[in-house]
């Protein structure tokens, strides 16, 4: 590997073998070194692969601002919790969790204490996330002297959801929050009565949903124009149609999409189904 640009004594960005631009760390790595010179391999402890379009320089520099022993602390953490799956899959999750344990250390010597507001839709939307990063949280507790507060649950699992969608940041997983609670209140209005958020048909809608986001996003929602279980779907609840249409009104407002006519229809077989669940 050739060095590209160094940004620290212990970060570079390289050249790998096959032209790609690779983030690497290690003590040391890139004391004295100049770009175009061999990356000293016994040196390197971590290596970052750019993915979904991410800016190899700026992550680079983010990189550089999070001290070696964050990096350690929070890939010892993953491993206790059970997500070195997690970590191998998903190399710009390590950092954004680094970066955020890092954070909240430093807030944490000055006393800057930071609450977090979403913390019962956070457990009720993102009840699995929620779950892994408590346990990530407590994992990182026992390796500090001074423990972090457990709202910052809160924030490692936006960060876990988040790792779900091509972004850099938390700003569309905030509006995904939004979105649902307001989808949620709307079949609630629709048909007069209070969902159990704990319950599987919510859970399934609300899984619906995010990966709904996820083709949003990528747009690769389901094909345009109706196919024969779409068109059966429809006949069946007209009701639950009535306020999937409402719903999919919200998402082209608050997104800037309109939904195919297939999503449509999905979306109107799990508004039913909770419907029915609630009866």
């Known amino acids: 590997m050739k060095v590209l640009r160094v940004f620290n004594n212990n970060v570079v960005l390289a050249a790998d073998d096959?032209?790609?631009?690779?983030?690497?760390?290690?003590?040391?790595?890139?004391?004295q070194v100049?770009?175009?010179?061999?990356?000293?391999?016994?040196?390197v402890a971590r290596t970052f692969v750019p993915a979904d379009g991410r800016d190899p320089d700026h992550l680079a520099q983010l990189v550089a601002g999070i001290p070696p022993e964050h990096?350690?602390?929070?890939?010892?953490?993953?491993?206790?919790?059970g997500m070195d799956a997690k970590a191998a899959a998903s190399p710009t999750l390590v950092i954004?969790?680094?970066d955020h344990i890092s954070f909240a250390i430093r807030r944490q010597e000055l006393d800057m204490l930071l609450e977090y507001p979403l913390l019962g839709e956070v457990q009720n939307l993102y009840a699995d996330e929620y779950a892994q990063a408590s346990a990530l949280l407590t994992a990182v507790n026992d390796r500090l002297e001074r423990p972090l507060p457990g709202g910052e649950a809160v924030a490692l699992a936006l960060h876990l959801v988040n790792s779900g969608f091509s972004t850099g940041d938390l700003s569309y997983t905030y509006t995904m929050t939004g979105v649902i609670q307001q989808m949620v209140a709307v079949i609630e209005q629709t048909f007069g009565f209070s969902l159990d958020?704990?319950?599987?048909?919510?859970?399934?809608?609300i899984t619906h949903l995010r990966y709904l986001f996820v083709r949003i996003h990528q747009h690769r929602q389901l094909a345009a124009e109706h196919s024969k279980?779409?068109?059966?779907?429809?006949?069946?609840?007209?009701?639950?149609?009535?306020c999937a249409d409402r719903?999919?009104?919200?998402?082209?407002?608050?997104?800037g999409a309109p939904l195919t006519d297939d999503e449509i229809s999905y979306l109107t077989l799990h508004?039913?189904?909770?419907?029915?669940?609630?009866g």
């Open 18 to 31: 096959d032209g790609g631009e690779v983030i690497l760390t290690g003590r040391g790595l890139g004391y």
């Open 197 to 205: 958020l704990g319950s599987v048909s919510v859970g399934r809608f």
């Open 71 to 81: 990096f350690q602390l929070v890939a010892a953490a993953m491993s206790a919790a």
């Open 247 to 255: 719903l999919a009104a919200i998402l082209e407002l608050r997104l």
């Open 271 to 278: 508004v039913a189904r909770v419907v029915a669940d609630q």
């Open 96 to 98: 954004a969790l680094a």
């Open 229 to 242: 279980i779409g068109v059966a779907i429809r006949e069946a609840y007209p009701l639950a149609l009535e």
């Open 34 to 43: 100049r770009p175009g010179q061999d990356v000293d391999m016994g040196k």
